[in-house]
Structures are given as structure tokens and as C-alpha cells.
């Protein structure tokens, strides 16, 4: 079992910036894929960033490539979603999610450990 627990949401403003921080435990070492979505009202959850557990890959959607940073302390098994420039449709609940492989990792049905998600609030 993995646990994840997320932190760091808010309300802000357009432009401004946020660090979500998703504290992991349990059998993380079993984790391939960490990986950030989001969900906002009447919307289904989508794919915004994942980083492997071992090794310096990651992957971002396309609408907050240049403004999100992903990243991780293996130390304090912690993942982190830097977001700047925030816009009013980066609004939504976000979620942390594990995945034992082999993905695809862009795709929420196939991640086994979520955690209970962060709201983030962008005002115009």
C-alpha cells in the first residue's frame, strides 16, 4: 500500500504562483511513475505532469508546459508541482497519483494510489 497526501493549494491570482507538495509513504519503492491531474467542476480529471520515481524524466500536458515544473526529494519521498503564471483555467482539485507501470502514464484510469487532492483557485 502507498499513501500520498497532498498540500500547498490556495486561492490566487491570475499570474501569480503556487508549489503543490504530495508527501508519499508506504511501499513507495514498488512506485515507477509519480504523476500530478487535476479536475475541474463538470470536467473529467486530466493528466498534468508525472516523473519517474528512479531516473530525471518527465512529461507535461501541453497547456502548462513552460509554467509547471515537476520534481521530487527521494530523501522525504515527496513530489512537488511548481506552478507559475497561473491562469483562471488552472483552477481545479489536484490530485497525486502513483503508478506501479507500465502505463501509459498520462492516462488516470491507469494509476494505482491517489491521494485526497488540493484545491487550487485562480481569480481573473
Known amino acids: 500500500q502507498v499513501q500520498l497526501v497532498e498540500t500547498g493549494g490556495g486561492l490566487v491570482q491570475a499570474g501569480d504562483s503556487l508549489r503543490l507538495s504530495c508527501a508519499a509513504s508506504g511501499r513507495i519503492f514498488s512506485m515507477d511513475v509519480m504523476a500530478w491531474f487535476r479536475q475541474a467542476p463538470g470536467k473529467e480529471r486530466e493528466f498534468v505532469a508525472n516523473i519517474r520515481w528512479r531516473g530525471d524524466t518527465t512529461d507535461y500536458t501541453n497547456s502548462v508546459k513552460g509554467r509547471f515544473t515537476i520534481s521530487r526529494d527521494n530523501a522525504k519521498n515527496t513530489v512537488y508541482l511548481s506552478m507559475t503564471s497561473l491562469k483562471p483555467e488552472d483552477t481545479g482539485v489536484y490530485y497525486c497519483?502513483?503508478?506501479?507501470?507500465?502505463?501509459?502514464?498520462?492516462?488516470?484510469?491507469?494509476?494505482?494510489?491517489w491521494g485526497q487532492g488540493t484545491q487550487v483557485t485562480v481569480s481573473s
Open positions: 497519483a502513483a503508478e506501479k507501470g507500465p502505463g501509459p502514464y498520462t492516462n488516470w484510469h491507469t494509476y494505482d494510489y
